[in-house]
């Protein structure tokens, strides 16, 4: 018997070349198309979906960092402040310490000055009361010494007998 | 190439689903064995003609006129010939199994071998010359099996287009959702690593020619009406898609291609040889699709109807359940190998395309 399948019968070859085309740009026309086109649009509103969320965490990263910055300046600029502060106080009260030992020093020193001048006025009073009360005790004590007659003989002599004569 | 996701979970399912395909196909297979054991017996008591495997076996994979249903029952198809005096359109179940000779409007005409239509001549024997000069156009059992096939593939990919557009921008559901990885397999795993950057062009054509491969291979294995018929075994159709992907090839080779073929890289005193021998490669390539195809395909049929056949060669129920054990498993391969050789089909025709649009820098 002869059924040779491998020899293809031109009926065949005539109705598989139309089925295969009519279904080629049937398929390709209501079919492929919509799906790979569907598929694609999918696919791109997927990726896309991830990238815009990839961005809003870079965003958010960003918005973080840039707080953080914020904060971190902020934080030393109360810092400058702050030391600012410090030094200007440090500052005034170093200079009304130096302004206050100066007047102090001053007034020690006028005091002093009037101190001296009292001192001085003092003894000088003191010096002059001192010169007239010895003039007056000599002047009494000469006085007394100088009543008796024989007493100032014996003075003369004696100082006479001290002075040789040359 | 990369040849990782056959080991996917993913493709395991996927035979896993064909596992329990398979187990249906069994019953069918039990089930014919059933009405031709009826049949033989039959015919053993009428004393008519002996069982013989080999007759059996070609009479299913071979094309048919009429769509065999049980024993004598079947579906007449259409008869169209075109003949040097004109169109014939008739049943074929005018020839009655090829019992009785068809008077046509311009011949007579006798089926031999329930496959061949010759013109009979008043004397009633063959006519060879006349013969020659008609031709069988008729929608014979592949060609009705064919246009089923693409009629299913119309019906379901036209549905899965409208649930794109009414689900727009969601997640696959349903059908939508079997076939989509299907369709992005095609699409990541063949189309793109082997053609590049212009593969969106070829994806229709990849496509079709994948489902249309699978589909029928599919329909092939069910033993009973709506397959039974061994299309993508039947040289003519692996012809016909070679002969396109053939086609495609060489319209949309570019330069680099063209002159890799008519002035090779070689010494021009070997061009003689180089360019036939590259002229020869440019038809070997789909020669070498066509016959895969068509070997795979027929064979795995040949296998499942021996095994089936042994019952009825030694003619004892004891064999059977030995014999159904192979046919499952043959069936469970055959499931596999549909796949297969229509991924194999679709990855060849997409690395050939890809060679002949590649761009040399």
């Known amino acids: 018997m002869n059924f040779d399948i491998g020899n293809p019968s031109i009926g065949l070859v005539f109705w598989t070349a139309i089925a295969f085309l009519l279904l080629l740009l049937l398929l390709r026309k209501f079919a492929w198309r919509p799906i790979m086109e569907a598929i694609g649009e999918r696919e791109k509103s997927i990726e896309d ?20 910055q914020l904060l971190k300046a902020a934080r030393a600029e109360r810092d400058v402040i702050l030391k600012e502060a410090k030094e200007l106080k440090d500052q005034i009260v170093a200079d009304a310490k130096v302004a206050a030992q100066a007047e102090g020093t001053k007034l020690i020193e006028q005091a002093r000055k009037e101190i001296d001048d009292q001192k001085k006025r003092a003894l000088a009073e003191v010096k002059s009361q001192v010169s007239s009360l010895s003039l007056e005790i000599a002047r009494k004590v000469l006085q007394k010494e100088f009543e008796d007659g024989q007493k100032q003989e014996a003075l003369v002599a004696d100082l006479l007998k001290d002075v040789k004569l040359n | ?131 020659q000069k008609v031709w069988d156009f008729s929608i014979t059992k592949n060609v009705a099996s064919m246009f089923l096939a693409v009629i299913v593939l119309l019906l379901i990919f036209s549905s899965v287009a409208r649930a794109y557009k009414k689900r727009e921008g969601k997640a696959p559901k349903g059908l939508q959702s079997f076939l989509e990885p299907l369709i992005l397999f095609v699409r990541d795993d063949i189309a793109r690593p082997n053609i590049g950057h212009t593969y969106a062009r070829y994806m229709p054509l990849l496509l079709t020619i994948f489902f249309f491969i699978w589909f029928n291979n599919l329909l092939g294995l069910i033993p009973i009406f709506p397959g039974a018929a061994n299309v ?45 021998v590259e002229l020869v490669g440019v038809i070997s390539k ?7 195809l068509f070997a795979n395909i027929t064979a795995g049929h040949i296998v499942i109807l021996s095994l089936i056949s042994l019952i009825f060669v030694f003619q004892s129920l004891a064999i059977a359940p030995v014999s ?22 679709t990855l060849l025709t997409a690395l050939f395309i890809g060679m002949a649009v590649e761009e040399h820098h």
Do not use: C
């Open chain 2, 324 to 345: 159904l054990a192979f046919v499952l498993f043959m069936n469970v391969l055959e499931l596999l190998v549909a796949a297969l050789q229509a991924f194999i089909f």
């Open chain 2, 232 to 276: 993508t075994g039947n040289i003519a159709v692996t012809f016909v898609l070679a002969f396109i992907v053939l086609i495609v090839v060489n319209i949309n080779g570019n330069r680099y291609y063209w002159k890799h073929i008519l002035t090779p890289d070689v010494p021009w005193w070997l061009y003689p040889i180089m360019i036939p």
């Open chain 2, 1 to 131: 190439m990369d040849f990782r996701h056959f080991f996917d979970s993913k493709k395991i399912s996927f035979i896993a689903i064909f596992a329990v395909l398979a187990t249906f196909s069994v019953t069918n297979i039990a089930k014919a064995a059933i009405t031709d054991t009826v049949a033989a017996t039959g015919h053993e008591a009428h004393g008519e003609e002996e069982f013989e495997p080999t007759k059996m076996i070609m009479e299913h994979i071979s094309d048919a006129h009429d769509w065999h249903l049980w024993g004598h029952t079947s579906i007449p198809l259409p008869v169209i010939l075109y003949t040097d005096k004109g169109m014939e359109v008739f049943l074929s179940s005018k020839f009655h199994h090829g019992e009785h000779d068809y008077q046509g409007k311009y011949y007579t005409y006798r089926l031999v071998d329930k496959k061949k239509i010759k013109v009979v001549d008043t004397g009633g024997e063959v006519d060879e010359a006349a013969s």
């Open chain 1, 49 to 68: 979906a991830l990238a815009s969320a990839e961005k809003a965490k870079d965003e958010m990263a960003r918005l973080t960092n840039e707080n953080e």
């Open chain 2, 286 to 292: 789909p020669f070498a699709l066509m016959i895969r």
